[in-house]
């Protein structure tokens, strides 16, 4: 079955970059079904979405973040990419590589294909930001 | 602060039923029919319950159902089991963003 793995550096300092990947196997990164999404978790705190991808190359990120981050996909390594530029100790989180579903939806605004929910995840990498 | 409102803990003894509340806006639950709850266990990964409101994923227990009301979303887990105690998040679909809520730590007692 499909599986994701996240794999990248555990400690950054301040204003650097971080750089993590997620290694898709089991499956095609891309089956145009699905989208590929980030989700990160600051130590006892809640779920954040980062960004989420198309393996066509159309990405959605979150506004808050969406000065720094950049999410990209590599279908020759069937992996996805994220890089959030200029971290501090706010960036500091467990982060999650996620498959995220595809739906065909309809709604006032006529036809979409659009994301769904997260299904499938990966098990998480701890990035701490430390001077 | 989480952009979906959801209460911080929940309590229910073995066999009983609890509802955990998400509440979002216009912009987010009001608007479309793509919510979901995640369980999550300390030290572990997320892990998908509900979907589309109310639809449950194959492997994922009868006990557990989703519904909407307006801006509010509610996952119910009835017949309470000492392995549902975990954190448990929505998400919603927002157009151009997708939104999670701040988690409720469910404790059976």
């Known amino acids: 079955q499909l599986q994701l793995q996240e794999s990248g550096p555990g400690l950054l300092k301040p204003s650097e970059t971080l750089s993590l990947t997620c290694i898709v196997s089991g499956g095609s990164i891309s089956n145009s079904s699905y989208y590929w999404g980030w989700i990160r978790q600051p130590p006892g705190k809640g779920l954040e979405w980062i960004g989420t991808?198309?393996?066509?190359?159309?990405?959605y990120y979150n506004p808050s973040l969406k000065s720094r981050v950049t999410i990209s996909v590599d279908t020759s390594k069937n992996q996805f990419s994220l890089k959030l530029s200029s971290v501090t100790a706010a960036d500091t989180a467990v982060y999650y590589c996620?498959?995220?579903?595809?739906?065909?939806?309809?709604?006032?605004?006529?036809?979409?294909?659009?994301?769904?929910?997260?299904?499938?995840w990966g098990q998480g990498t701890m990035v701490t930001v430390s001077s | 602060q989480s952009v979906l409102t959801q209460p911080a803990s929940v309590s229910g003894s073995p066999g009983q039923s609890i509802t955990i509340s998400c509440t979002g806006t216009?912009?987010?639950?009001?608007?479309?029919?793509?919510v979901s709850w995640y369980q999550q266990h300390p030290g572990k990964a997320p892990k998908l319950m509900i979907y589309e409101v109310s639809k449950r994923p194959s492997g994922v227990s009868h006990r557990f159902s989703g519904s909407k009301s307006g801006n509010t979303a509610s996952l119910t887990i009835s017949g309470l089991q000492a392995e549902d105690e975990a954190d448990y998040y929505c998400?919603?679909?927002?157009?151009?963003?997708?939104?999670f809520g701040g988690g409720t730590k469910l404790t059976v007692l």
């Open positions: 998400c919603s679909y927002a157009r151009t963003s997708t939104v």
């Open positions: 991808t198309y393996y066509s190359g159309g990405t």
């Open positions: 216009s912009s987010d639950v009001g608007s479309y029919n793509l």
């Open positions: 996620a498959r995220q579903t595809g739906i065909d939806y309809y709604d006032s605004s006529g036809y979409d294909y659009t994301r769904d929910a997260f299904d499938i």
